[in-house]
């Protein structure tokens, strides 16, 4: 016989499980007790529960494999509520567990007790309470499947004491050998010639691109076609944006360069399409027609309904696109390679602004000049996003991680240590604004503590700046989102980290340079001018490109 909560460690020992980032508490005692004793799975002991949870979720988002993470019951489990929800938008396989009072009798009544797998339901893909402890290996087993499964997300097991201090002799079971099935050749043939009699295709990378590892297939497809490519947010890096056909990256809900491109074209080739980012283009009746490349059917949306659906392995459907398709002589590509044209030139003359606190435009160049090829940024939620988005040119995968599905503050700082751990070898940066770091800011100690490598770069203008951007767009009066920081130096050092501060546009480049290049954990507090964010994103990328719109 086996103590349930061995067993459960050694299931998830058995599905490659690394790490258990979490908060424990009185009700997950046993199960740490178990933990303590497995040589396979490390216990990453966080200042925060959602941190936690973002660092799973991060975890999943880099190795497709589900991340791990553990809370007590009540307040524990209900910190979790935020990452659940970031990895449940967010495609990332997560299975958070948290614990339970006895369920079979009372140990102090109503004590810290919510209905915690009810609130996970709307949130996760799969939520259970154990009830008995010869079923742990196959929920273990269904809650990592299911998280895995396209679409990945959050999944979520609730391990009570007493279920945990049981005995059984139940054994872990073994994943099983599968694949994903393949798109058919018929819905293939109906894309090929659809592209084949198109005036001027474009293709459009989405979130599912980025999971699946497309990059190659996509990669022949446009060497062999010339079909230039734009991304969504989270589609960036899926082909290297430095690419001669990269058409740009829809920030921008539109009115941007990119939307002028994806004018000039008669057909969509919308790969790996996730309803929940904000759409880079909307469908209309009689307009553009779109062919939907994905694992998954399209969710259909007033403004998204494909006249072509090409079901299956991404990869695989890309690669039977390419075997099949013949380029057509009569493919015009000009309008939208001009509205590329038109884009980096209007960024090359805003990049070179040296002013003091610093532009965005000059400080996105400055941190892409910084990073290597397959140094990874992790960026929290504010205006900045919509900078980097724009402007950093991803080369490699998941190489610029934002967030544009939950869109949640406070992500930035532990995605970039999720990253770190998973890859020890290459250059992180967490780039976050001042409100969002704040609401994760403990988590210092953590990277501290881990040893981690790390630059943590802050954007600071004192006030919650993307929200003051909107209501300034609006036309009203700016109140209510301003506020005081902590020095921000003297902040980081109180952790053992080290901290410095930007005072010219000059010292930038070699601070990140610095930063990057030495061991441990580093905060750069960095002065941002949020000024110009109205004026150039706002209008003058629109009034830009609507000229180029009259010219074609």
Request: net charge negative; hydrophobic share 40%.
């Amino acid at each position: 016989m086996t103590k349930a909560s061995d067993l459960f460690i050694q299931c998830l020992e058995e599905e490659g499980v690394e790490y258990i980032f979490g908060v424990p508490g009185e009700e997950n005692l046993d199960m740490l007790d178990s933990l303590s004793r497995s040589t396979k799975i490390k216990l990453i002991l966080t200042r925060h529960e959602q941190g936690a949870g973002f660092m799973a979720a991060t975890y999943g988002r880099h190795t497709g494999k589900t991340g791990v993470c553990m809370a007590t019951l009540g307040p524990g489990a209900t910190n979790f509520v935020t990452a659940a929800a970031y990895a449940f938008l967010g495609g990332m396989p997560i299975l958070m567990v948290t614990g339970q009072k006895p369920i079979k009798k009372s140990k102090q009544g109503r004590f810290q007790i919510l209905d915690v797998v009810d609130m996970m339901r709307p949130i996760t893909k799969f939520t259970h309470q154990l009830a008995s402890s010869d079923n742990i290996p196959s929920r273990i087993r269904e809650a990592i499947r299911l998280a895995e499964e396209e679409k990945p997300g959050a999944t979520h097991i609730e391990f009570p004491e007493d279920i945990a201090d049981e005995e059984t002799d139940a054994v872990p079971l073994k994943p099983s050998v599968h694949r994903r099935p393949n798109a058919d050749e018929k819905g293939i043939r109906a894309a090929v010639k659809r592209i084949e009699q198109a005036r001027a295709p474009i293709l459009v990378l989405g979130a599912g691109a980025n999971r699946k590892m497309t990059s190659r297939m996509l990669l022949q497809l446009v060497e062999k076609t010339g079909i230039p490519f734009l991304t969504t947010q989270l589609g960036k890096g899926v082909l290297d944006e430095t690419h001669p056909l990269f058409l740009g990256c829809a920030a921008l809900s539109a009115g941007d360069f990119v939307h002028r491109a994806i004018e000039a074209s008669d057909l969509i080739i919308n790969v790996g399409h996730d309803v929940i980012e904000k759409p880079p283009f909307f469908m209309k009746q009689g307009g553009t027609q779109v062919i939907h490349v994905s694992t998954k059917t399209a969710e259909v949306d007033p403004v998204y309904f494909p006249q072509i659906e090409v079901i299956g392995d991404i990869a695989n459907a890309i690669w039977q696109i390419k075997q099949d398709i013949v380029p057509s002589g009569s493919w015009k590509f000009d309008r939208m390679l001009s509205a590329r044209k038109a884009e980096i030139e209007h960024t090359d003359s805003m990049c070179d602004d040296m002013r003091f606190p610093i532009f965005p435009a000059c400080l996105v160049k400055q941190v892409r000049q910084a990073m290597p090829a397959d140094g990874i940024i992790c960026l929290d939620n504010g205006v900045y996003k919509i900078w980097f988005a724009r402007n950093y040119n991803a080369r490699q995968p998941n190489t610029v991680l934002l967030d544009n599905a939950l869109a949640t503050m406070g992500a930035g700082l532990p995605s970039a240590m999720a990253s770190a751990m998973v890859y020890p070898d290459r250059k992180v940066m967490a780039i976050c604004g001042d409100g969002g770091f704040m609401m994760n800011s403990q988590e210092m100690e953590t990277a501290v503590r881990l040893k981690l490598n790390i630059t943590v770069l802050i954007l600071n203008d004192n006030s919650y700046g993307m929200i003051r951007w909107k209501q300034a767009n609006m036309g009203f009066k700016d109140w209510g989102l301003t506020y005081g920081n902590p020095d921000f130096v003297k902040y980081a050092e109180s952790y053992g980290a080290y901290g410095h501060r930007v005072t010219s546009a000059e010292m930038l480049p070699d601070l990140l340079n610095q930063c990057l290049n030495s061991e441990g954990v580093h905060l750069i507090d960095c002065p941002v001018d949020y000024a110009d964010n109205d004026r150039i994103l706002n209008k003058e990328i629109k009034e830009l490109s609507a000229k180029l719109s009259h010219m074609g």
